[in-house]
């Protein structure tokens, strides 16, 4: 049970974000609550419990997507796609029983006011940010990382060690490679530098491959960075892969896995690792979910008829 | 603004609600939660707001849908669906600056514990059942308006008058048809009498087609009962037909809208509205809501290649 004060603190945080994103709607001819609500879904998987949080969305330009340009064209158009794309930006909170695990943390307000709402979920989800024991980090794209840094520039989670794989900490974390940069690219390296900051000694990279904590493994997925990493949760038979930056834009990339982003650091291994990503969610019929899948972000692939993939999102759960 | 006191006990409210349905999850090998959380949604239609409450879900056997055997396996197979057939119960707050109207309430605790959370909803998007204005309801089943009233019978919602179709009240209200329905269905008035005791000359019906608020009006689709309305909600070219039960099993219905449900009170009745309805969404391009879709229940249909219809939900809207 939790302690009454700690309780009280509880309720005053949730009363705090609920209310904050959701304000009132005051009767007849009322003004209007003018923002919609935090994004909060959570539901079981074997015996761990999956959490996702809604950071906010971000919006691409067409731009960004690499590939035939009639092939593009017409996936856009099937998917009947708006410009700019906007895509969601999802936290995903594995709670294992023993570890409580945030993979992946948004934008904070890095990126503008359109992200960064990860705090406010994860308080209207009843959790404090002290309780998260672990971070795990696919890349570190400011849209997954800068979220794990409070604006002042401290580490967010106070209790937490923050895991990224080795090849992308000794590659965004390398001055050398910040040198090389092209003067229009030196903003990518930011996120890295603010989270090693923040964290010290409380960064502990991860070979590729590795198992972080009992149920949650890196699966290796080079290509997006030099060191991307997806992550598979396993509770018993139950099984996510949590798929990372393996796909941007949805409509396009299922039906077209061809298709990479300029995000890409090699575009060839992206797409050989999306399609065998991709093929493995298929044969072995496991859940996916994604950082810029549509909220709550999980889902299932399938094979679509005339090649590529169809992405059916779950059910919202209940249980 | 809302008053510091008004505010205070919403912040209780919310505080109370959220924390019930997701109560927290402590740190390192703590409990886990056990229990999924609330489900609220909110999107603007034109300068209108539509608020999503999920109340919760019940289960259907395979038994309740109509029509060719092969036709419904092979819809079943192909849209994976798992028995018992598990749908959704939303409710739809639409608040049009002047007034604030909750359609469909949901179960309330009368159909087993798995429905019932829309007043938990309600207060977690910051609301009191005080503001509520007007309730419209779709047919006086009972997952649509036992959540009208509450548990000890008075009115749930202590401001607001309760519009339903003068038909459905006619047929549902009158002791001459429960009298000559066969034992077995007598339970099947029990939502109506409650409903039309605790609201008495606060229940108000209207004539089917009616406009009962300025952008809110009753699209009449008689079959699935006697007086069944769905809701055409329009705010300038925005507009959003809430179906009712036109539909129960989306992967079933959508695809061949033939196959009827054995709730129906003329099977032929709801077969040819649901597909003059349907057909309607797609070529007016309308936003298509309903109690049984997956939450939050809003999306669009488009014709399927092979005949029917598929549905396309909205991404979580962000504003």
Redesign the interface.
């Not at 959701?22 to 001819?29: E, S």
């Not at 994004?39 to 539901?43: A, E, I, L």
């Given at each position: 049970m939790?302690p009454p004060t700690?309780?009280k603190a509880?309720?005053?945080l949730?009363?705090?974000a609920?209310?904050a994103a959701?304000?009132?709607?005051?009767?007849?001819?009322a003004p209007?609550?003018g923002?919609?609500?935090l994004?909060?879904?959570?539901?079981k998987l074997g015996?761990?419990?999956v959490?996702t949080l809604?950071d906010?969305?971000i919006e691409l330009p067409q731009a960004v997507l690499q590939g035939n340009p009639e092939v593009i064209q017409r996936a856009l158009d099937a998917g009947?796609v708006i410009m700019p794309i906007?895509t969601?930006v999802n936290c995903f909170l594995v709670?294992t029983?023993?570890?409580?695990v945030m993979i992946d943390c948004g934008g904070a307000k890095m990126l503008g006011p359109?992200a960064g709402r990860m705090p406010q979920a994860l308080a209207?989800?009843?959790?404090?940010l002290?309780?998260?024991?672990e971070v795990y980090i696919t890349h570190m794209h400011g849209d997954h990382l800068h979220g794990a840094v409070a604006p002042e520039g401290a580490k967010l989670f106070p209790?937490a060690v923050l895991r990224i794989a080795k090849a992308d900490v000794d590659y965004w974390g390398s001055p050398a490679v910040e040198a090389a940069a092209p003067e229009n690219q030196k903003g990518r390296f930011v996120a890295a530098k603010r989270a090693m900051a923040a964290y010290g000694d409380r960064l502990q990279p991860f070979e590729l491959g590795a198992e972080l904590v009992p149920g949650i493994r890196s699966v290796p997925a080079v290509g997006h960075t030099p060191g991307h990493s997806c992550y598979l949760v396993s509770s018993g038979n139950a099984r996510l892969l949590l798929l990372g930056d393996t796909m941007h834009v949805g409509p396009v990339q299922f039906a077209r896995p061809e298709i990479t982003v300029m995000f890409d650091f090699s575009q060839d291994q992206a797409r050989a690792r999306r399609q065998e990503l991709f093929e493995m969610a298929v044969k072995d019929d496991l859940l996916v979910g994604a950082v810029h899948l549509?909220?709550?972000g999980i889902g299932k692939l399938r094979t679509r008829d005339g090649g590529g993939y169809t992405y059916e999102?779950i059910?919202?759960?209940?249980?």
């Open positions: 939790t700690r309780r509880l309720h005053a949730v009363a705090t609920a209310t959701l304000a009132p709607v005051a009767r007849a001819a209007l609550a923002g919609s609500g994004g909060v879904h959570r539901m015996t761990f419990e959490t809604l906010g969305f009947r906007r969601a709670n029983g023993s570890k409580l359109t209207a989800a009843g959790l404090e002290g309780q998260v024991d209790n549509p909220f709550p999102p059910a919202w759960q209940m249980y």
